[in-house]
């Protein structure tokens, strides 16, 4: 088990700083990109930032925090009409406020807030009932799968896998987060490589008259050493991902069967990933749920070899088509 102190940035949910050591190769080669064509993306950290100019329809709060997405019935089915939401600020008194959605409510707190944001509501029931937690809708995938990409060597992609549950009804109290390292062994494999590589690596580098200083090294390099060496020193890239994973319009196993993906790489679907419950379909709509969409890197089937960003933009544009066509 991972301290959520770990995983989370001091000051904020959100953490960011400069680079400490910002070097000119980095803007020589981003001078070459555009040069070939490659523009940067206009994210929200774009200097352009082209939210911006949609002011008129888009409201931003900081200093909050969501507690729950309302849900009423509505005959068989549950509807999310908004969500509650109260200022954190620690110069102002408490505050609840609620945000009426006229259309959908999509939630992207990511691999760690998403999960923790609905099992105030719905969730895996046994878990939410231990918590005093009242069960809206039984979902037992939400939080049972998450992955993360280690630091130390980066094992791309991770088999391990953990979880996220609450730690109380409160959604002011970070949830539980086990981040699951070494539950599958078979990680152990890339790593104890990796550190291998890394002292070829150095030894060829300092034949070249180049100096290097030692930090922490391993004692040697049998497996049983480098392993007690990965335990000791490994950390956390922060890349997570977790359980709401998309399937077809079924819950299980099932949607697999029907919903493939052909890459030069195999078959995505059952053969890949074996059957396994979800919490979204390929809409990003919550099961069992009306008016609720989740779009961040909680939907992923799977940790990626990438940097999250990337394809964590990707599900949003795709995301933002997907509610232009359902209007």
Not at 119 to 144: F, N, Y
Not at 233 to 255: I, K, N, Q, R
Request: hydrophobic share 40%; charged share 25%; net charge positive.
């Amino acid at each position: 088990m991972l301290p959520f102190s770990l995983c989370r940035a001091p000051s904020s949910y959100v953490g960011h700083e400069l680079l400490a050591c910002v070097r000119p190769v980095f803007g020589i080669v981003h001078r070459a990109l555009q040069k070939v064509g490659i523009e940067p993306y206009s994210d929200l950290n774009s200097p352009k930032k082209p939210a911006l100019e949609r002011q008129a329809r888009l409201k931003i709060c900081t200093d909050t925090l969501v507690t729950r997405v309302e849900l009423v019935t509505e005959g068989e089915d549950m509807h999310a009409t908004g969500v509650e939401f109260e200022n954190t600020n620690s110069r102002k008194a408490w505050k609840c406020y609620f945000a009426k959605a006229r259309r959908e409510v999509v939630l992207c707190g990511g691999a760690l807030g998403s999960p923790q944001v609905l099992m105030l509501r719905l969730g895996p029931k046994e878990h939410l009932e231990s918590k005093a937690t009242p069960v809206i809708c039984d979902l037992p995938a939400v939080g049972s799968y998450l992955q993360d990409h280690t630091l130390l060597s980066a094992n791309i992609p991770p088999k391990s896998i953990g979880s996220v549950q609450l730690a109380s009804s409160n959604p002011r109290v970070r949830p539980d987060v086990d981040l699951g390292y070494f539950n599958d062994p078979e990680d152990y494999v890339p790593l104890r490589k990796s550190i291998r590589l890394a002292q070829r690596i150095a030894v060829e580098v300092r034949e070249q008259r180049y100096l290097l200083k030692d930090f922490i090294v391993p004692e040697s390099s049998d497996d049983e050493v480098l392993s007690a060496y990965i335990r000791a020193s490994l950390g956390t890239c922060f890349h997570y991902v977790s359980a709401p994973m998309w399937h077809g319009d079924a819950m299980g196993a099932e949607a697999y069967g029907v919903r493939r993906r052909m890459g030069r790489g195999g078959v995505w679907g059952a053969e890949a990933y074996g059957a396994r419950p979800s919490v979204v379909d390929t809409q990003l709509r919550v099961h069992k749920m009306r008016g609720l969409r989740v779009c961040d890197a909680s939907v992923f089937p799977k940790n990626v070899g990438a940097h999250m960003m990337e394809p964590t933009i990707m599900v949003a544009e795709q995301c933002g088509d997907i509610l232009r066509a359902a209007k």
